[in-house]
């Protein structure tokens, strides 16, 4: 075969990008959502109701399913595009073997229950090597797959064959994408950026400018870098595309809903009214305490992410915060 099965595993806005870019190529996909009526909405109407609705499907290139095990069942290649709050619930689900799955992550935050990024969750908990995992990055956003405007992929494999099946799979003229063999920092890349989107929306709503959001930028690719070289040290360019050009457009970009959910917190919303408001997952929440708690044993100088820690879930007043965090970023 030319290309392996694939299924999409979730319903939201990424995962319906993803079911787009790999119709591109594919004769058929199998697609696991939990919401049935969204699934019927799709059969009837070939468009996602609740996501990017203007993306039209043919649907006889979908098996739509709300059986986690049937999708499962029918593919090689999973991936996983569901909030990592929610990750674990739906895994409970699982009646059948991952022992031969390639797992490809496109979740871009941090498992609650175990404090793990997806791939090292999926080979920590179902004893899966690292050549059987790979991960979706960017800077890509739902949002532009869905208008084709051109968007650039990250495939961080275990696998290098693996890895460039896949990225063979998303290409399209809008889609180019590339491989990696960094999976965990990739992948903790995806996590970080998303605080410091967070942090960037906050700026904004306080009425920080142009000028200091470079300067939280250039920062926190900086910050980063020293998150991820204590979690894992290997030769990697911090500047490439999957790490710093992931960052710059979730920490700019209108469609960003971590930049969105900062600039709540920022403007004085609470956390609650804010993520009420939103009805959307700010992955940049949970990560921001995942990473937090991580660092105490880390160690890395991360001024950014204990910034948004105590705000999000000390109750800190943003202004106040920030005003102490200008004095630490040069």
């Known amino acids: 075969m030319e290309y392996p099965k694939f299924a999409v595993i979730g319903g939201g806005s990424w995962a319906t990008a993803i079911a787009k870019m790999l119709c591109h190529n594919m004769e058929q996909i199998a697609w696991y959502m939990?919401?049935?009526?969204?699934?019927?909405?799709?059969?009837?109407?070939?468009?996602?109701?609740?996501?990017?609705?203007?993306?039209?499907?043919?649907?006889?290139?979908?098996?739509?399913?709300?059986?986690?095990?049937?999708?499962?069942?029918?593919?090689?290649?999973?991936?996983?595009?569901?909030?990592?709050?929610?990750?674990?619930?739906?895994?409970?689900?699982?009646?059948?073997?991952?022992?031969?799955?390639?797992?490809?992550?496109?979740?871009?935050?941090?498992?609650?229950?175990?404090?793990?990024?997806?791939?090292?969750?999926f080979m920590q908990t179902y004893n899966l090597p690292i050549e059987q995992i790979a991960v979706l990055a960017g800077p890509c956003h739902a949002e532009e797959v869905a208008l084709e405007r051109l968007s650039f992929l990250?495939?961080?494999?275990?696998?290098?064959?693996?890895?460039?099946?896949i990225a063979k799979s998303l290409r399209s003229h809008y889609i180019k994408a590339k491989v990696s063999d960094d999976v965990i920092g990739v992948e903790?890349?995806?996590?970080?950026?998303?605080?410091?989107?967070?942090?960037?929306?906050?700026?904004?709503?306080?009425?920080?400018?142009?000028?200091?959001?470079?300067?939280?930028?250039s920062n926190a690719i900086r910050e980063m870098k020293k998150f991820i070289k204590?979690?894992?040290?290997?030769?990697?360019?911090?500047?490439?595309?999957?790490?710093?050009?992931?960052?710059?457009?979730?920490g700019y970009s209108l469609f960003s809903r971590n930049r969105m959910f900062g600039n709540m917190i920022g403007k004085g919303y609470t956390v609650k009214s804010a993520q009420m408001e939103m009805n959307m997952i700010a992955e940049g929440y949970y990560a921001a305490k995942s990473a937090y708690i991580m660092?105490?044993?880390?160690?890395?100088?991360?001024?950014?992410i204990n910034a948004v820690y105590e705000i999000l879930y000390n109750g800190k007043e943003p202004k106040q915060v920030f005003k102490k965090l200008i004095e630490k970023l040069d």
């Open 34 to 121: 939990r919401n049935e009526t969204a699934i019927e909405a799709i059969k009837e109407n070939h468009h996602n109701p609740n996501y990017l609705s203007a993306v039209e499907f043919d649907t006889d290139q979908l098996i739509l399913t709300s059986d986690i095990n049937e999708a499962i069942s029918y593919a090689d290649y999973l991936i996983f595009a569901i909030p990592s709050a929610f990750l674990g619930q739906e895994l409970q689900k699982l009646t059948v073997s991952l022992e031969n799955k390639i797992i490809i992550s496109a979740i871009k935050g941090i498992i609650p229950e175990t404090g793990l990024i997806v791939g090292q969750h």
């Open 154 to 165: 990250t495939i961080a494999g275990g696998n290098p064959e693996i890895a460039e099946c």
């Open 188 to 217: 903790y890349a995806a996590m970080l950026k998303n605080i410091y989107a967070v942090a960037a929306g906050m700026a904004h709503g306080l009425g920080y400018g142009d000028n200091f959001q470079a300067l939280l930028m």
């Open 230 to 250: 204590q979690v894992y040290k290997m030769k990697r360019n911090i500047n490439d595309s999957a790490y710093l050009g992931d960052l710059l457009v979730t």
């Open 295 to 304: 660092n105490q044993e880390l160690k890395a100088k991360t001024p950014i």
